[in-house]
Nanobody, 116 residues
Framework: QVQLVESGGGLVQPGGSLRLSCAAS????????MSWYRQAPGKERELVAA????????IYADSVKGRFTITRDNTKNTVYLQMNSLKPEDTAVYYC?????????WGQGTQVTVSS
């Protein structure tokens, strides 16, 4: 079955960096677009970044453009989110997602806290 496992979250000071990873299994990873979402307390889940199956096309939320980079390694079935210049408003639980045959699959999430 489809499984997505995020890692790499933690506590970081403003201006710091983190790299999130999402390890995928149970499907042909290289054939599907992948995305990162986040959900802050009391807010709706929002799209942060997405990447096409081959990896050549990416999109970003305006709030993270120029600071975050989404990449993927199809040999490792893993998608990454490099987050630089982190701000307190980036604090959230970060989830990776894929859609297969019309069904969305989500990981369990990883907490990112940006605070001094």
């Amino acid at each position: 079955q489809v499984q997505l496992v995020e890692s790499g979250g933690g506590l970081v000071q403003p201006g710091g960096s983190l790299r999130l990873s999402c390890a995928a299994s149970g499907f042909t990873f290289s054939s599907y677009a992948m995305s990162w979402y986040r959900q802050a307390p009391g807010k709706e889940r929002e799209l942060v970044a997405a990447i096409s199956a081959p990896g050549g096309t990416t999109i970003y939320a305006d709030s993270v453009k120029g600071r975050f980079t989404i990449t993927r390694d199809n040999t490792k079935n893993t998608v990454y989110l490099q987050m630089n210049s982190l701000k307190p408003e980036d604090t959230a639980v970060y989830y990776c997602k894929t859609t297969r045959s019309g069904t969305d699959y989500w990981g369990q999430g990883t907490q990112v806290t940006v605070s001094s």
